[in-house]
């Protein structure tokens, strides 16, 4: 590889990391407008086996504005992505697949809204899918694998009681 390819391969690995980094803002801080531009115009989102939907970035958004009301505390923790880049139309590099563990901690909404720990966290494995676009990168597609949750459990009742 020349050293002009390696750099154009950091460069565009720095990018898609960039806009992993920008999924999970988006949704943390319930912009679904930012989560839209996200996606390629043909952009599809699966959370299915976390119970949600499945649908196109805007009927994803939409529902995510929604099922995210209940939680006003959230925090998607992305890691250990793995980047691989594809071809399309024989022209190297314009599709990348990150896949990438996550733990997210989500507070319910509560009478007084004061602190609390999490109620609700929850991990698993993100496959993104993303195109080259004449505005950049951008997500073809998202699927949420989730892997595991917890969940409160009701205080313990003791049978002396």
């Not at 499945?54 to 992305?78: C, K, N, S, Y």
């Not at 009478?111 to 073809?140: H, I, K, M, N």
């Amino acid at each position: 590889m020349t050293q002009r390819v390696e750099l154009a391969t950091v460069m565009d690995r720095l990018a898609v990391d960039g806009l992993v980094t920008e999924y999970a803002v988006a949704v943390d801080d319930g912009d679904w407008e930012a989560y839209r531009l996200l996606f390629t115009a043909d952009g599809r989102a699966d959370y299915r086996s976390a119970g949600g939907i499945e649908g196109d970035a805007g009927q994803v958004a939409g529902w995510l504005e929604q099922t995210m009301r209940l939680f006003p505390m959230r925090q998607h923790l992305i890691v250990n992505r793995r980047v691989r880049f594809g071809a399309l139309a024989q022209d190297v590099g314009d599709t990348a697949r990150v896949q990438a563990d996550y733990v997210n901690p989500m507070r319910f909404s509560g009478q007084d809204g004061g602190p609390s720990e999490p109620d609700f966290v929850c991990g698993g494995r993100y496959a993104f899918a993303f195109l080259r676009t004449d505005q950049g990168w951008r997500l073809r597609e998202v699927v949420v694998r989730e892997k595991w949750r917890r969940t409160p459990h009701p205080p313990r009742q003791d049978a002396a009681t």
